[in-house]
């Protein structure tokens, strides 16, 4: 009987429920900390969080040192950026926070690490790779937006400047104002406002909110969406190949070569029966 090797023992280590679910309270732990921080506190309280601060950075060291050594092929490890994003962050946070100029920064990466839950859990994981993928197709839908909000921008400066400099005043300000407007931030009281010199002003605001709160953002939700489904598709499409199952684009494909088997049988016993009439 074959014993298992450190490498596979690592391995199932690290694709343990039990383990990924430790991991995740130590993350949970690691945020908390760092808010506890942010308060004033008795100085033995203080000392007990930074020892405890130092146990998290142990344990992602230990972690992320499992996770490295139950890796197949040591050289495909850093490929994957997640990987790379934890060593970083794990790294980051061994330098000293006391009495070192890095300290700011280690402080800052210690408020980071509670991103690595992202990397833990593949559901978060899944949503922010749709939510990248779509930023190529999102880039013309704000593009679009930001032309929409420049052409109100100028317009509502050039109208309403002398009803209220601090809000209309120049096309920065105009812009911060409408984006007030398309949040419903109080936009009621900024039309309100202009509608007493301007009675039809309520048309610019109408049409604005119409345009961006309605249009556009609905339009950015449907392509996030739509890159979600396909992601999600593309991962239960590598589940099925890792389990060696059908997926239902396979069962669709073999329905498919069944029918126009069947169709061509049937084309075949059809010019049979005619040529057995004819002859």
Same mark, same amino acid.
């Given at each position: 009987?074959? $014993? ?27 945020? =908390?900390?760092? @808010? +506890?921080?942010?308060?004033? =506190?008795?100085?033995? %309280?203080?000392?007990?969080? %930074? ?5 998290? $950075? ?11 050594? @139950? ?15 934890? $060593? ?5 946070? =061994? ?6 100029? *890095? ?35 999102? @880039? #013309? ?12 921008? +100028?317009? @509502? ?19 911060? %104002? =409408?984006?007030?407007? *398309?949040?419903?931030?109080?936009? $009621? ?5 202009? *509608? ?10 109408? %049409? ?6 309605? +249009? ?16 999600? +598709? ?17 069962? #669709? ?19 049979? !029966? !005619? ?5």
């Amino acid at each position: 009987m074959n $014993t298992p090797s450190l490498q596979q023992r690592f391995g199932e280590l690290r694709s343990n429920k039990l383990f990924e679910l430790f991991v995740v309270a130590v993350i949970i732990g690691s945020a =908390l900390l760092v @808010g +506890a921080k942010t308060y004033e =506190l008795h100085p033995l %309280t203080q000392q007990a969080i %930074t020892w405890l601060d130092r146990l998290v $950075t142990l344990i992602f060291l230990a972690e992320i040192s499992i996770r490295f050594l @139950g890796e197949e092929q040591k050289r495909h490890f850093f490929r994957n950026g997640w990987n790379v994003f934890d $060593t970083l962050i794990v790294v980051v946070s =061994l330098i000293p926070i006391d009495n070192s100029d *890095m300290a700011l920064v280690a402080r800052l990466v210690r408020v980071f690490r509670v991103l690595r839950m992202v990397s833990i859990i593949p559901e978060l994981r899944l949503l922010l790779n749709s939510l990248l993928k779509a930023l190529p197709q999102l @880039g #013309y839908v704000l593009l679009l937006m930001f032309i929409i909000f420049y052409i109100y921008a +100028a317009m @509502g400066s050039t109208l309403f400047e002398h009803i209220n400099e601090e809000l209309w005043g120049d096309v920065s300000i105009a812009l911060l %104002t =409408l984006f007030r407007v *398309m949040t419903f931030e109080d936009w $009621t009281d900024v039309m309100y406002e202009t *509608m007493v010199v301007y009675p039809l002003s309520w048309v610019y605001y109408i %049409t604005f909110i119409f345009f961006t709160a309605f +249009a556009f953002l609905n339009m950015v939700i449907g392509i996030v969406v739509n890159v979600m489904n396909d992601e999600h +598709a593309k991962v239960l499409k590598q589940k099925a190949k890792e389990a060696h199952e059908p997926t239902l684009v396979d069962l #669709y494909a073999k329905l498919e070569a069944m029918e126009a088997q069947l169709q061509r049988q049937a084309g075949a016993e059809n010019a049979s !029966r !005619r040529d057995s009439l004819s002859g």
